[in-house]
Each structure stands twice: as C-alpha cells, then as structure tokens.
C-alpha cells in the first residue's frame, strides 16, 4: 500500500528555517503530483502547497508564498518543504498528501509537527 | 479563493442514527468536491471524490450528492468508528480549499 512518511518538524524561532521531507514507496511516485496541507492545533486543514510529478510546476497558498519553497527528488522518492521566515502562525501540523487522480488526496502521510515559538 | 462553507459545525447523534452535513460553496464549481473524515490523532482519510464517488473501501453507508454550490454527505445508519471530523474540500480552482469541518459526536 502506498506509505508516505513526513519528517523534519521540530520547535524553531520565529524568523527561523525548517525542512520538512516526506518519504514515498509502494507506488510511482515519479507519476504523481505532491501536495502539503496543514493544521493548526485544534483547527482545519488548509492546502500549502503543490508540485507537478516532474517538478516543473509549482503553487502555494497566499499564506507562504515567498518564503516556503516545495520541491522533490524523484530519484529518491522524496518531496520536500523548505520553510523559511517562520512565523508564530505556521505552527501547525504539516502533512504530505498525494494527488491519486481525479484531483483528490487518496493517501496522507501521519504528520510532522512545526513549532513557532521564542 | 473559493469559500466552503460546512453546517452544521458539530453535531450529536446515536448510533444508527442517518446524517447529514451539508457544504456550500461560494461559487458553482463541477464536480470536483470531495469529503474526508478525520479521525482525533489520525490524518485525514479520503471518503468521497468527484461528489459521489465512493473510495476504494469505503463502507457503502456513506454517500455524496450535489451540484452547483450545494453538496450532502450522508451516513445512512451512524456506526460507533463513524464519530470523527468531516471536510469538504474543492479541488475546482487553486487553492483547493476546505470546509471549517463538522465534528460528529456521541449523543
């Protein structure tokens, strides 16, 4: 079954940097467009950003735009989010999700927790 | 960006009791509008795509409907694993965007 794992989270400064990484197997990844979406604590889920399955083609929310940069390593199976300028309101949950066609997140990773915070 | 707008915002029933969450989009949209529930310490889990469109091993009790701006998520007969949060989410226009969520408790 398709796994993705998320890693990377941890407490940082405000104004601080972070990656996040997200391991992926048991499918193609290669074919599959990659999205991060997160969740405050206690609150919804809000889409993050996304990127093409070659990689050439990339969105964000208005939120982060300038300061995350999504990326991936299709040779390792791996999706990245590198964070940057780190505001108190980032904290949150951030998971991996996949784009399983039909535009609809068919599988989710189980989360890595970023934390704003002095 | 595309508002999505769930009511009711938390609800109680009993099991084998019928559910229903409504959610309103702000603009009309084709049929990318799916539904995911969310388990407390679990990641979301993706129930109906394409507005009625059952998941591969999804329980057959749940159902989507709807078109234009208003869309239904029905549990025909509520089981206890059935107690959780639920998401619309468009996937019509960037960003994809969710619903605030109906969290779904024991009564």
């Known amino acids: 079954e398709v796994h993705l794992v998320e890693s990377g989270g941890g407490v940082v400064q405000p104004g601080g940097s972070l990656t996040l990484s997200c391991a992926a197997s048991e499918f193609t990844f290669s074919n599959s467009w990659m999205y991060w979406v997160r969740q405050a604590p206690g609150k919804g889920l809000v889409w993050v950003s996304r990127?093409?399955?070659?990689?050439?083609?990339?969105n964000y929310a208005d939120s982060v735009r300038g300061r995350f940069t999504i990326s991936r390593d299709n040779a390792k199976n791996t999706l990245y989010l590198q964070m940057k300028s780190l505001r108190a309101e980032d904290t949150a949950l951030y998971y991996c999700t996949r784009d399983g066609g039909y535009r609809k997140f068919d599988y989710w990773g189980q989360g890595t927790l970023v934390t704003v915070s002095s | 960006d595309i508002q999505m707008t769930q009511s009711p915002s938390s609800l109680s029933a009993s099991v084998g009791d019928r559910v229903t969450i409504t959610c309103r989009t702000s603009?009309?949209?084709?049929?990318?509008l799916n539904w995911y529930q969310q388990r407390p310490g679990q990641a979301p889990k993706l129930l109906i795509y394409?507005?009625?469109n059952l998941q591969s091993g999804v329980p057959s009790r749940f159902t989507g409907s709807g078109s234009g701006t208003d869309f239904t998520l029905t549990i025909s007969s509520l089981q206890p694993e059935d107690f959780a949060t639920y998401y619309c989410q468009q996937s019509y226009n960037i960003p994809w965007t969710f619903g605030q969520g109906t969290k779904v408790e024991i009564k």
């Open positions: 990127i093409s399955s070659d990689g050439s083609f990339t």
């Open positions: 394409d507005v009625s």
């Open positions: 603009q009309s949209m084709s049929n990318y």
